[in-house]
């Protein structure tokens, strides 16, 4: 349960978004002053993962960076960027399945991810470039906030 309530309903609103499978609609969290909610580390540290969060993420990653040198090249089709918006999904769906943090670093992850859903919503909106660099944007900043052994930025 929260303890902290203010928290409470935005969190709640991201939980239900994130928790629906292949109905995307993930606007960054607002706090209960209107602003929208920001990725912080945890007292200057970055949060802890479980494996399962960095195996989905490490998969979302893999997918990105294979994809990049084509969309670069304007080699990715429509139906490239349907099918990779499909397999981040998978991996986001399984990260919410699987992963198990404390509140604090739950909260945190949510922020990530709602980025993440952002980027697949704009890829299957047609906007397949934006939502590629969405999602590159949200990977940096995982691994800016999350303690993950091994993870590399992405370029974009």
Not at 38 to 53: F, R
Not at 54 to 71: E, F, H, K, N, Q
Not at 92 to 102: G, R
Request: with cysteine; proline share 3%; net charge negative.
């Amino acid at each position: 349960m929260f303890t902290n309530k203010s928290l409470a309903a935005p969190l709640v609103a991201l939980d239900l978004t994130i928790g629906l499978s292949g109905a995307i609609s993930a606007a960054a969290p607002h706090g209960p002053d209107g602003h929208a909610m920001e990725l912080t580390l945890n007292n200057g540290q970055k949060w802890q993962t479980d494996e399962a969060l960095r195996t989905g993420m490490s998969r979302i990653r893999d997918a990105i960076d294979t994809a990049l040198p084509l969309v670069h090249a304007d080699r990715y089709g429509a139906a490239d960027f349907s099918a990779l918006a499909d397999r981040v999904q998978e991996q986001v769906d399984y990260v919410v399945a699987n992963c198990k943090l404390p509140e604090e670093a739950d909260i945190q992850l949510h922020l990530a991810l709602a980025q993440v859903l952002d980027g697949i919503n704009a890829m299957k909106e047609g906007d397949q470039e934006q939502g590629v660099a969405a999602i590159v944007q949200a990977l940096n900043a995982y691994g800016d906030h999350f303690d993950h052994s091994g993870w590399k930025s992405l370029g974009h």
